[in-house]
């Protein structure tokens, strides 16, 4: 596949390098001469310097042949404007970048075929549905449904005091079944079998039934929490975002902002939301705001450092859990270290968003787990896939690093065995790891 790549910022790097790392013909325009440079020096692409929605510049690297254009500039304009030329030249698949509110809402403009854009994506709302996913299951790092939502991911981490540690997986289980698919222990990612001692700091990632997961999590050591109340700090796009999706549940919200002005566009802007105007990081007001009681406190300023150390004072202050923002990839894995729960970066997500929609059209859905550790695809088995299909699947030697979680037939979610037999038009989870995912889409063929 060529694919064209229009802004190297952070979310254009990340998917640049993916492309790249999987054997597609890459190109990456930046009108910024440093950036160009940084991605020329450091991945294996064609750094290009120029306008993006240059029609000369696109000819020039024979666009005419491209099957993907990614738009992801700071520019709206530029981004959608890069679309439609793609459409003039006959690329197949186009993704724009779009944050602005006017044409995130502007269904006219949006829906018109002129644009051709394929998929439109906004890192405030991608961030923001990610954070209420996992409020869903507050006790989980990472959520993920499958199936139509019949089936579950959850990824736990095992921390001290858990009755699971010392135990082997096959020792543990219940009324549901269920399966661990994963350990990630340190840096390392392993497949377990039944003999594999749960350890401290461990985290498992688990597929089960949604409508069972809450008992399978017992199972586990975890008692499934409700929130009721959320603390946010900072007013911007993701907390709006953010604030819309929880109010519609009937949570408890709390948005602290500093910017007075602001302040009164996000009173008119949600129907139920509190809206405070102080000092997030003012300790006084968070105490008074009733930080020791709430259920999920979340820092989405746009300073890094800010939503780090407030996440910290308002674990030591008496809230259950804490998310943070983070915009810088370096800091990701500072965040566990130090004791907050949950970091979330919306460019990462964004980049995940795009490298799903530009997968093979036969994975209904894919999921980058942990920084690339590891992938979860969502397939539907088709007639010609021969080698799987009519057997069980302990016959259909699967490679070491594929496993197959879960599978989805006539509206019923199954956690299987190796005797079960899969048929056309079951749709199935398979967990994927790193060195595994160049190979998945060969063997899957």
Same mark, same amino acid.
Not at 73 to 99: F, H, I, P, W
Not at 340 to 349: F, K, V
């Given at each position: 596949?060529?694919?064209?790549?229009?802004?190297?910022?952070?979310?254009?790097?990340? /998917?640049? +390098?993916?492309?790249?790392?999987?054997?597609?013909?890459?190109?990456?325009?930046?009108?910024?001469?440093?950036? +160009?440079?940084?991605?020329?020096?450091?991945?294996?692409?064609?750094?290009?310097?120029?306008?993006?929605?240059?029609?000369?510049?696109?000819?020039?690297?024979?666009?005419?042949?491209?099957?993907?254009?990614?738009?992801?500039?700071?520019?709206?304009?530029?981004?959608?404007?890069?679309?439609?030329?793609?459409? $003039?030249?006959?690329?197949?698949?186009?993704?724009?970048?779009?944050?602005?509110?006017?044409?995130?809402?502007?269904?006219?403009?949006?829906?018109?075929?002129?644009?051709? #854009?394929?998929?439109? /994506?906004?890192?405030?709302?991608?961030?923001?549905?990610?954070?209420?996913?996992?409020?869903?299951?507050?006790?989980?790092?990472? #959520?993920?449904?499958?199936?139509?939502?019949?089936?579950?991911?959850?990824?736990?981490?095992?921390?001290?005091?858990?009755?699971?540690?010392?135990?082997?997986?096959?020792?543990?289980?219940?009324?549901?079944?269920?399966? #661990?698919?994963?350990?990630?222990?340190?840096?390392?990612? !392993?497949?377990?079998?039944?003999?594999?001692?749960?350890?401290?700091?461990?985290?498992?990632?688990?597929?089960?039934?949604?409508? $069972?997961?809450?008992?399978?999590?017992?199972?586990?050591?975890?008692?499934?929490?409700?929130?009721?109340?959320?603390?946010?700090?900072?007013?911007?796009?993701?907390?709006?975002?953010?604030?819309?999706?929880?109010?519609?549940?009937?949570?408890?919200?709390? /948005?602290?902002?500093?910017?007075?002005?602001?302040?009164?566009?996000?009173?008119?802007?949600?129907?139920?939301?509190?809206?405070?105007?102080?000092?997030?990081?003012?300790?006084?007001?968070?105490?008074?705001?009733?930080?020791?009681?709430?259920?999920?406190?979340?820092?989405?300023?746009?300073?890094?450092?800010?939503?780090?150390?407030?996440?910290?004072?308002?674990?030591?202050?008496?809230?259950?859990?804490? /998310?943070?923002?983070?915009?810088?990839?370096?800091?990701?894995?500072?965040?566990? =270290?130090?004791?907050?729960?949950?970091?979330?970066?919306?460019?990462?997500?964004? =980049?995940?968003?795009?490298?799903?929609?530009?997968?093979?059209?036969?994975?209904?859905?894919?999921?980058?787990?942990?920084?690339?550790?590891?992938?979860?695809?969502?397939?539907?088995?088709?007639?010609? @896939?021969?080698? @799987?299909?009519? +057997?069980?699947?302990?016959?259909?030697?699967?490679?070491?690093?594929?496993?197959?979680?879960?599978?989805?037939?006539?509206?019923?979610?199954? !956690?299987?065995?190796?005797?079960?037999?899969?048929?056309?038009?079951?749709?199935?989870?398979?967990?994927?790891?790193?060195?595994?995912?160049?190979?998945?889409?060969?063997?899957?063929?």
């Amino acid at each position: 596949m060529k694919a064209i790549i229009i802004g190297a910022g952070k979310i254009g790097f990340n /998917i640049a +390098q993916t492309l790249s790392q999987e054997g597609h013909d890459v190109y990456v325009i930046e009108k910024d001469e440093e950036r +160009q440079q940084i991605v020329a020096e450091n991945l294996d692409v064609q750094a290009v310097l120029g306008n993006g929605a240059d029609s000369a510049l696109l000819e020039s690297i024979d666009i005419e042949n491209a099957d993907l254009l990614v738009a992801v500039t700071e520019s709206d304009e530029l981004n959608l404007l890069a679309c439609m030329l793609a459409g $003039q030249y006959g690329v197949e698949k186009t993704v724009a970048r779009v944050r602005k509110p006017e044409y995130d809402h502007n269904n006219k403009l949006m829906q018109n075929p002129a644009l051709n #854009v394929d998929l439109v /994506i906004n890192p405030e709302r991608v961030a923001a549905a990610e954070i209420a996913k996992i409020i869903t299951v507050p006790e989980a790092v990472d #959520v993920n449904y499958y199936a139509k939502g019949k089936i579950m991911l959850l990824e736990l981490l095992i921390e001290d005091g858990n009755p699971v540690i010392g135990k082997a997986l096959k020792d543990i289980h219940g009324e549901h079944h269920f399966l #661990v698919a994963a350990i990630l222990r340190g840096d390392e990612l !392993i497949i377990p079998r039944g003999d594999d001692i749960m350890l401290e700091d461990d985290r498992v990632f688990v597929i089960g039934r949604t409508d $069972q997961m809450r008992e399978i999590e017992t199972y586990l050591g975890f008692q499934r929490r409700t929130v009721h109340s959320v603390m946010m700090i900072g007013g911007g796009r993701v907390a709006f975002y953010l604030a819309q999706l929880l109010e519609k549940r009937g949570l408890e919200v709390k /948005i602290i902002e500093k910017d007075y002005k602001h302040c009164k566009v996000l009173a008119g802007e949600l129907d139920e939301a509190i809206i405070l105007h102080g000092d997030g990081s003012d300790i006084d007001l968070l105490q008074d705001e009733g930080i020791q009681d709430t259920d999920m406190f979340i820092t989405l300023t746009e300073d890094d450092r800010l939503n780090i150390l407030v996440s910290l004072m308002a674990k030591r202050l008496g809230a259950q859990k804490t /998310i943070a923002q983070v915009r810088r990839s370096d800091y990701l894995p500072l965040i566990e =270290a130090v004791g907050i729960d949950i970091a979330i970066s919306p460019r990462l997500l964004t =980049a995940e968003a795009v490298l799903r929609f530009v997968r093979n059209s036969e994975f209904l859905s894919i999921n980058v787990l942990e920084q690339g550790s590891a992938e979860v695809y969502e397939i539907i088995l088709t007639e010609h @896939m021969k080698h @799987m299909i009519h +057997q069980p699947i302990r016959a259909l030697g699967l490679p070491k690093g594929i496993l197959i979680g879960a599978l989805f037939r006539n509206n019923d979610a199954i !956690i299987p065995s190796g005797n079960d037999v899969l048929e056309p038009g079951d749709r199935i989870i398979m967990f994927v790891t790193a060195s595994m995912v160049r190979k998945v889409e060969h063997f899957l063929r």
